[in-house]
């Protein structure tokens, strides 16, 4: 800023006092300025399909590079819709029920502007996506927490019961969960289904890592249960599922009442998403045996890394999904998680995120995230140090 201007400083009353930058954020550029491996925001360090890569040029080199449909392409509408009908035998309106958005963030985000009024409960549990409360506040809610508690970070829904209140208007729920991997089981489902009859709480649930749940486990999507479905935006991202986070392209899902308040936000947050990924992400969407694919894939990196680290003095939680493993590092060192995070990034070249990062208090047990989304060179050079601690 020129040394000539006023500061207007004194006058800004932040709506988010409380938040920092991101904490994805800070650890990537620490990663960068130490040349450490980045096993620290969760994206892959490997290419997006060559496949799907070409179809995006095909598309943007065909024209369509004008808006989009508010709501969509309607051909990766119909896409989304064929494919939740297939992997969960739920049926949703392609034109009235299906909105795509830019990124789930955004999808979270706008639904929580357009059903929560300032003063309303929304219950989410910690250790939470960092979105989520920020999303919460800036339209006046208020922030309830439940607790996922170490180590398998199962809910208590008990709690969740207790937590309930006339002014609870939503519930955020996100299976398989960042940061901890942990898969809610049918019987969480039915638990939810319990507390949530005879109310008028809406649910967001965050299925992001939809695809990426390990061993014999079944991701439980709300959209596999009527009763939590009719009362739910569902939300998902192509991030995730073709290793293309940074074109931001995902979608939201929910009955056509909530849908239609939920594009009453869209429409003046963003409008509309770029066009030529919704086209290629239409046709890619056709091929047959991605999702298990990608489920082999990160299984098997998952096991690669708990196998090398099994050998180490950091204490492994439990992964049933996602592609996050987190460690407890009590036998290397009594710092707090961040520090701790600062210090392995500088001297021992490897970056991850502090836990405490997911609390809105910063609360440190002692716990941090590694992304296994990453090559085998890149994970090997990571665990040779990381073994050594
Ligand atoms: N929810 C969760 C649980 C996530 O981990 C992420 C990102 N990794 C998002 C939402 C945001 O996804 P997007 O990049 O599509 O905005
Ligand atoms: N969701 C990713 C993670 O958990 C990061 C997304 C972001 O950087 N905002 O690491």
């Given at each position: 800023?020129?040394n ?10 932040s709506?988010?006092p409380?938040v920092?930058t991101t904490?994805?954020s800070?650890m990537?550029a ?5 040349q450490?491996?980045n096993l ?9 399909p060559?496949e799907?890569l070409?179809?995006?040029?095909q598309?943007?080199k065909?024209?369509h590079?004008q808006?989009?449909p508010?709501t ?14 297939a992997?969960y ?9 299906v909105t795509v958005?830019?990124?789930a963030?955004?999808a979270?985000?706008t ?6 009024h ?7 549990f ?5 979105s ?11 922030v309830v927490?439940?607790?996922l508690t170490?180590?398998?970070y199962?809910?208590?829904w008990?709690e969740?019961?207790?937590?309930i209140t006339?002014?609870t208007r ?5 299976t398989p ?14 638990r939810?289904?319990?507390?949530v ?11 992001v ?6 061993d014999?486990a ?9 009763e939590?479905a009719e ?8 991030g995730?599922t073709?290793h ?15 849908m239609?308040e939920f594009?009453?936000?869209h429409?003046?947050i ?6 030529p ?11 047959p045996?991605?999702y ?5 894939l990160?299984?098997?990196?998952r096991d690669?890394?708990r196998?090398?680290?099994?050998g180490?003095?950091?204490?492994l ?15 290397i ?10 210090r ?6 490897v970056a ?8 809105p ?5 002692g716990v941090?995230?590694f ?8 994970l090997?050079?990571a ?7």
């Amino acid at each position: 800023m020129l040394n000539s201007m006023p500061s207007y400083a004194h006058s800004i009353t932040s709506r988010l006092p409380q938040v920092g930058t991101t904490i994805f954020s800070v650890m990537s550029a620490l990663a960068q300025q130490h040349q450490a491996v980045n096993l620290s925001q969760g994206f892959p360090d490997f290419d997006a399909p060559a496949e799907l890569l070409s179809l995006l040029d095909q598309h943007a080199k065909a024209g369509h590079n004008q808006y989009a449909p508010m709501t969509g392409v309607p051909a990766l509408r119909e896409a989304i819709a064929a494919k939740v009908n297939a992997l969960y035998g739920a049926q949703y309106d392609v034109e009235a029920e299906v909105t795509v958005t830019a990124g789930a963030t955004q999808a979270l985000f706008t639904a929580v502007a357009a059903m929560v009024h300032p003063g309303d409960e929304v219950i989410v549990f910690t250790p939470v996506y960092d979105s989520y409360g920020p999303s919460i506040e800036l339209q006046g809610g208020k922030v309830v927490y439940a607790h996922l508690t170490l180590p398998d970070y199962k809910p208590d829904w008990d709690e969740v019961a207790r937590l309930i209140t006339p002014r609870t208007r939503m519930i955020m729920l996100n299976t398989p969960h960042n940061p901890t991997g942990t898969v809610w089981t049918a019987e969480d489902m039915q638990r939810l289904i319990a507390l949530v009859r005879d109310t008028d709480i809406v649910l967001v649930s965050d299925e992001v890592y939809e695809h990426m749940v390990f061993d014999q486990a079944r991701h439980e999507s709300v959209m596999r249960y009527p009763e939590l479905a009719e009362r739910s935006f569902v939300v998902s991202s192509f991030g995730k599922t073709y290793h293309i986070t940074g074109w931001k392209v995902a979608y939201c899902l929910a009955p056509r009442e909530l849908m239609a308040e939920f594009r009453k936000a869209h429409q003046f947050i963003v409008f509309t998403v770029h066009a030529p990924s919704q086209y290629a992400l239409a046709d890619f969407m056709k091929r047959p045996g991605w999702y298990e694919q990608l489920k082999a894939l990160y299984q098997g990196k998952r096991d690669i890394f708990r196998q090398a680290l099994s050998g180490s003095r950091f204490e492994l939680l439990p992964c049933q999904g996602t592609y996050f493993q987190c460690v407890k590092y009590g036998a290397i060192s009594d710092e707090g998680d961040r520090a701790f995070v600062e210090r392995l990034t500088r001297e021992q070249g490897v970056a991850a995120i502090p836990v405490s990062a997911f609390y809105p208090q910063g609360d440190d047990h002692g716990v941090i995230r590694f992304c296994f989304a990453k090559s085998a060179a890149t994970l090997e050079k990571a665990l040779e140090r990381l073994i050594k601690l």
